[in-house]
């Protein structure tokens, strides 16, 4: 069983790497060309101006921060500098430069996707089909949910299972075998999970939770204050490096590609531009396109910072002091992360590392559930099956298969963005004209 898993892990990870750098520059073109009109030519002539009111925003956009603040801002980023490492570059770092050119494309994209919406009064399944087929928008709502609910659920049990694993380690000097990781801390929260679940109770639960993780969220921002003052000798460092590995990659044919893409994989994981799931959330507010559109952008922008700036400088500090080795196998090298952090900050940092990753993956959790729900059809006990048997696959293959389930998630990430930036192109060549403002043209000759 073993060998068969190996070989699928084998065949996974080989499909992975022929389709993302054939993708990557169709994303790139297409995504340039959808932001550019959208934002300087259908914008304008599809919605109307309205006042942006600041107290509307922030209510709004720190609810779906608070569901999207999961351990794939820490996991995603360390997983793509791993990748990059084990393909020989020496300068890891450089991967936030790339991610941030990458970010250049995919944060204009997170705004036009929710304005289309919007604009369409649509979701992205329901665009999807309407402008490019109904097959297609089976397929994406197919691949979204095995994203979100198996690929990143999983993750978050990553998260989860490592963070135990250091907690156990510091405090006890208990050491568990990988049975019994699974036993002792992914099966009690699936437990946890269905019975909130199966109450109903999944709404008040979620609503406190994000509360919570909103709150941790600044104080983890405090922690990486005190971290950065503690080595603030290593910021010259940690620039120079990245500059070097930048400019001087470990070769110029594949070292570029290899850091754009696992930059850009990183940035869609985390901040989710293009997947669709900010175009949903947003069509179901009360908000005005626009409006809707920079909450997009505020969301966007501010995973990008927790994912780049702080993952990339505690890693490559972890490096650079010899604790991290991307050499580890599995959950350990996110293991030797928590350590960095702990070895800086002791106690305090472990402590809101832990509230953080308990708190924000329970959340990311049950933020799968919600998205289940709104994209199925309202067969509650058949969705609620459905959820229980993917997250705990997820969970399996986190203690499990740590590495196969980033292979499966960067084709899945791959799969849903390619429709969904599909789906927004042939909007913006074809159906716009549909939704414009047809008093457009008078009241501005008036």
């Keep these: 069983m073993d060998k068969i898993l190996l070989q699928i892990e084998e065949l996974i990870s080989i499909i992975s790497n022929v389709i993302w750098p054939v993708f990557i520059p169709f994303l790139i073109l297409v995504g340039m060309y959808v932001s550019i009109q959208v934002i300087f030519n259908i914008r304008h002539l599809t919605t109307t101006e309205c006042k942006l009111n600041f107290k509307y925003v922030i209510p709004q956009a720190s609810v779906t921060l608070g569901a999207m603040m999961g351990t794939g801002t820490i996991i995603g980023f360390l997983g793509a500098l791993s990748k990059l490492s084990l393909s020989g570059q020496i300068y890891v770092e450089a991967v936030g430069l790339w991610a941030l050119i990458g970010s250049i494309i995919l944060v204009p994209i997170s705004y036009c996707e929710t304005l289309i919406a919007k604009i369409v009064n649509l979701s992205p399944r329901e665009y999807i089909k309407n402008f490019v087929s109904k097959e297609a928008s089976i397929f994406y709502v197919v691949s979204l949910i095995l994203l979100y609910v198996f690929a990143i659920g999983g993750v978050q049990f990553s998260g989860i299972d490592a963070i135990m694993i250091t907690a156990l380690n ?18 009690p929260i699936i437990i946890l999970i269905a019975v909130i679940i199966l109450n109903n109770r999944e709404k008040v639960f979620i609503k406190y939770m994000i509360g919570m993780v909103l709150a941790t969220v600044v104080v983890y921002f405090i922690f990486f204050g005190l971290f950065t003052a503690k080595t603030h000798y290593y910021i010259p460092v ?5 500059v070097i590995g930048f400019k001087n990659p470990t070769s ?15 940035v869609i994981q985390i901040a989710e531009p293009g997947l669709g799931t900010l175009a949903m959330a947003a069509n179901k507010s009360d908000a005005s396109p626009r409006v809707a559109g920079f909450i997009s952008l505020i969301l966007t922008m501010t995973l990008i910072v927790v994912s780049i700036i702080v993952t990339s400088y505690i890693a490559s500090y972890g490096i650079h002091e010899g604790i991290i080795t991307f ?65 705990s696959l997820g969970s399996m293959l986190a203690v499990f298969r740590f590495d196969m389930i980033f292979n499966i998630l960067d084709i899945l990430l791959f799969i849903s963005i390619a429709l969904n930036i599909t789906a927004l192109a042939m909007f913006t060549e074809f159906e716009w004209n549909k939704y414009k403002i047809r008093d457009y043209i008078f009241s501005k000759s008036a």
């Design 327 to 391: 050499s580890a196998k599995g959950v350990q090298k996110l293991v030797l992360y928590f350590e960095t952090v702990i070895s800086v900050t002791g106690n305090f940092g472990l402590i809101i590392l832990f509230i953080f990753i308990v708190l924000s993956g329970m959340t990311t959790l049950l933020g799968g559930y919600f998205l289940l729900n709104n994209i199925l059809t309202k067969n509650k006990k058949r969705n609620n099956v459905i959820y229980l048997l993917l997250i």
């Design 238 to 242: 940690f620039i120079e490096r990245m």
């Design 252 to 266: 110029m044919l594949f070292g570029i590609p290899l850091g754009l893409i696992f930059g850009m994989q990183r």
């Design 170 to 187: 510091r405090v006890s000097n208990i050491q568990l075998t990988e049975i019994q990781r699974y036993i002792y801390i992914s099966v």
